[in-house]
């Protein structure tokens, strides 16, 4: 059976695929640069808004994950590059599968201390303890010289995946894109599961899930694990795509700007970071030709939204959210 | 004597200087509805949370079949069988009906941490909170969200949460609260079935609904229990009369 929100889910993938397509027949890397771009971000996103959308856990600090699975990326491949060993003489690598195994895993831990103590607050101080933790990550970035601190560090080659030369755009946007395709996968299962049951009901009623004999706190800790790992792998891919990856990635700007693509989209919407995503990068290429000062605009479409679609732009496209 | 199933045993709280709870002590036993009345601000609501561990208390017991559950966090508590109803409903609005009780049915199976199975096509989910729904008449109205059911079907929602936990005893508070005459009517019938399931410490104000159900009626007069008693003790206990029934007896 086909909703009208799968009728534009659908549509959207199929944009988002037929159109780096084109752009590469038509001899056009740029677009297809742009299609990578917002494939990652609706990557990160996504990872964002199973903590924001479903667990209804504002994290202003999701740039630290984030950054953590750019670094991932851009450590392993410095060392692979260099032939130096790294902690416990461990070389490193640049195939992209092992590299994401370490993003997920390292940004997970992060995440799990992070967690467990963000998540013994709510509401604002969430917020705000959030933002902390991730300035904190920021500056200790800053302040490492061995990877470069504030200037970053530098990806020469962009790391592989096997079977596919990831240097050619279009290959390198068909590896995130499926990737992304899975992560949207892994979201449709979890929102359906008994855990995005137990997170979702968190998020509407917490005495109600207390009540009925579930921990809302290790539901939470869960979801903003899995939360946080999602947004590493889009970091490494990040990484990967500007082959560049630099403290920028952690700072506060980045966990606004994901949250910002979530309400774009539409909040708790299996394609709402897709669409949030794909809207942003538009506006950026669109009016950033036009003014320097896109983001006065983009600021004003964002007031726009909030006051008049809540829903975003799935909420415009498709109505509104439906529960089972 | 049979052991009761709730023993609440000393119990003190304060706020400052405002003692809520004072000594209180009160048993609920198997089968039994046992009804607390008591005037606004009498901190029947204070007990209540105490029961059910959104308060701590400052000091006394409480056993629950047969355990010091006392230190014990709500979510705790109500795996170890205290089903509770609100005096406000207290839902997740968004879901349907039937994912409501279907999250409590999980609850009860003890497994929140499965990823991958959608909950609507789990049949150990999806039958059991069926059938509890048209146990409690809202078969009709599963699929609809609990924030567009009605006053008295939200309540009806509630106990359905309560009776998928399968609990030891029910705590009810105020479920006749806002219930058209119609509602209470029914409600009352219903309940006076569900005591055989587990006893029911029930909070009401509806007087006709406690003396036509209660087994037992304590009086909660400034956090302290006046009286307890049956319908017709209580009925005829003259302090309770001045303190709190006045003509109503």
Partial sequence: MLTRENTVNLLLALLLLVAPLAANAFGQPFYVTLATRIAILALAALGLNLALGLGGLVSFGHAAFFGIGGYAAGILSSHALSYEPMIFGLPGTVQMPVIWIVAVIASGLVALAIGAISLRTSGVYFIMITLAFAQMVYYFAISWPAYGGEDGLSIMVRNQFPGTNTMKPLSFFLVCYVVLLAGIGLFALIRASRFGAALQAARQNETRVATVGIHPYRIRLTGFVISAMITALAGALYADLNRFVSPSMLSWHMSGELIVLIILGGTGRLFGPLAGAALYVAFEFALGGLTERWQFFLGLILLGVVLFARGGLLGLLAGKAKHG | ?249
Avoid: W
């Fill in chain 2, 1 to 249: 004597m049979v052991e009761p199933v709730l023993q609440i045993d000393n119990l003190t709280k304060s706020f400052g200087a405002l003692r809520a709870t004072d000594g209180v002590s009160i048993d609920l036993r198997p089968g039994e509805i046992h009804a607390l009345i008591g005037p606004n601000g009498a901190g029947k609501s204070t007990l209540i949370h105490q029961i059910c561990g959104t308060l701590r208390q400052d000091s006394g017991t409480i056993r629950f079949a047969g355990e010091d559950i006392g230190a014990l966090n709500t979510a705790q508590r109500a795996q170890k069988g205290l089903g509770r109803t609100f005096q406000v409903s207290s839902l997740a609005p968004e879901f349907s009906a039937l994912r409501n009780v279907m999250l409590a049915v999980q609850a009860k199976q003890g497994s929140s941490f499965g990823f991958f199975k959608p909950v609507m096509r789990d049949r150990s989910l999806v039958d059991p909170a069926m059938a509890i729904l048209e146990r409690v008449g809202l078969a009709d109205r599963a699929r609809l969200p609990a924030a567009e059911l009605s006053h008295g079907e939200r309540r009806q929602l509630e106990i359905a949460m309560a009776l998928a936990l399968q609990s030891k005893a029910f705590l009810l508070d105020e479920p006749m609260a806002g219930m058209g005459p119609e509602g209470s009517k029914k409600l009352t019938g219903f309940l006076d079935a569900l005591r055989r399931e587990a006893p029911i410490l029930l909070v009401e104000h509806d007087m006709d609904a406690v003396f036509a159900l209660a087994d037992r009626i304590s009086v909660l007069v400034y956090g302290k229990v006046i009286a307890t008693g049956t319908v017709d003790e209580i009925r005829s206990n003259p302090t309770v009369r001045t303190a709190y029934l006045g003509d109503h007896a």
